[in-house]
């Protein structure tokens, strides 16, 4: 089956709400769509949403990349192959792992509604749902549980904790947390580099009493070695984020003694699902866990993100909540909330619908 045409576009939708981590404050977010066109009429989706900062790519630069000859000479592709075209572009576009994953996700989406099949079920899916945190930026005591409240009548109860600029506000908040929602609700924290050492280990000692699932990139990037001062116990639930950008690293953090005991998974990282599904692989043989996560993302990526995550049997935790924040998007369907878990379709592709 022929690709008959490829459109590529930006389009910025605003936040729901502002939210702030240790570097930054967003209001809005820009998103690069893809679309590949099948001789049949089908069309499979792709989006791209780098975070600059992380990777070095903007979204304008993704957009930019998708209107290229290279990928406007997709045309007359058979979508068949779409695992070559999809090495040919890491060749065209290294490092841009926005453009790449766009690319691949629209492959995707649309090679599964061509034979029929979903995304996951191709890959072999291991599990159904898993709970996803919401993530709660950083912010005064009083608004965070203000708005772990809003979650958890929503039904969710998982909450992912920004933290990273006041340490002692930090813990205030942690406890004030588990004071107020207790055993039934899980909470994790991701601090995106804001510790030192020393403030981590301080951090671990004030929260010891308060079971912490996981702690997401608590040093900057290039100090994991310092992590190693830490018991094996205490590094089985820190989380490679920020340092994680692509299988080369998958492999560096796996050898020897293991800095972190969980990886966090990002298409918008590794340049899509083939590169998540390198990653995962290495990190299974590594016995390390997996959490998927996101940045502000439409429904077609978090979607994408779901069914490779759920087509490999070490992922451990969702923190897909990407969607959430937006106030528009371009398409529906993909999945849906159940009991705060997170449940795909299984239509052909990706299984949502352009609006």
């Known amino acids: 089956m022929k690709i008959v045409a490829v459109r590529a576009y930006l389009k910025k939708m605003a936040l729901k709400k502002p939210y702030t981590i240790a570097y930054n404050t967003f209001s809005d977010v820009s998103l690069a769509f893809l679309e590949i066109e099948l001789a049949n009429g089908m069309i499979g989706y792709g989006s791209g949403s780098p975070a600059e900062e992380v990777v070095g790519e903007t979204t304008e630069q993704t957009v930019a990349n998708l209107n290229t000859s290279f990928v406007a000479n997709l045309v007359g592709r058979d979508i068949r192959h779409f695992q070559q075209i999809i090495f040919e572009s890491n060749v065209q576009f290294p490092h841009l792992p926005g453009t790449l994953a766009a690319i691949d996700i629209a492959l995707h989406d649309a090679f599964g509604k061509y034979l029929g099949v979903s995304i996951a079920s191709f890959y072999g899916q291991k599990m159904n749902a898993l709970p996803t945190s919401m993530t709660i930026g950083i912010k005064g005591l009083d608004a965070t549980l203000e708005e ?51 403030q981590l280990k ?48 998958a492999l560096h953090l796996a050898a020897g003694e293991h800095a972190f005991g969980i990886y966090n998974i990002k298409l918008m990282k590794c340049g899509g ?27 077609i990526s978090i979607t994408a993100a779901l069914h490779i995550a759920y087509a490999c049997p070490n992922t451990k935790y969702i923190d897909l909540d990407g969607s959430f924040d937006l106030m528009e998007d371009l398409v529906t369907g993909g999945f849906k909330v159940q009991d705060g878990c997170l449940v795909i379709n299984n239509a052909p592709g990706f299984g949502f619908n352009k609006i």
């Open 273 to 299: 699902i083939l590169g998540a599904k390198q990653i995962a692989t290495i990190a299974q043989h590594a016995g390390i866990d997996l959490f998927w996560g996101c940045n502000d993302e439409s429904i």
């Open 148 to 198: 772990a409240k809003e979650y958890a009548a929503m039904g969710f109860k998982v909450f992912k904790v920004k933290t990273g600029l006041d340490l002692q506000e930090d813990i205030e908040r942690i406890k004030a947390l588990y004071t107020h929602f207790g055993k039934d609700y899980t909470i994790r924290v991701d601090a995106n580099q804001g510790y030192d050492l020393e």
């Open 202 to 249: 301080l951090f671990l000692k004030a929260t010891a009493s308060y079971p912490l699932e996981l702690i997401e990139q608590p040093l900057p990037v290039g100090k994991e070695q310092a992590l190693l001062e830490l018991s094996a116990a205490e590094r089985k639930c820190l989380t490679a984020d920020e340092a994680l950008k692509d299988p080369q690293a």
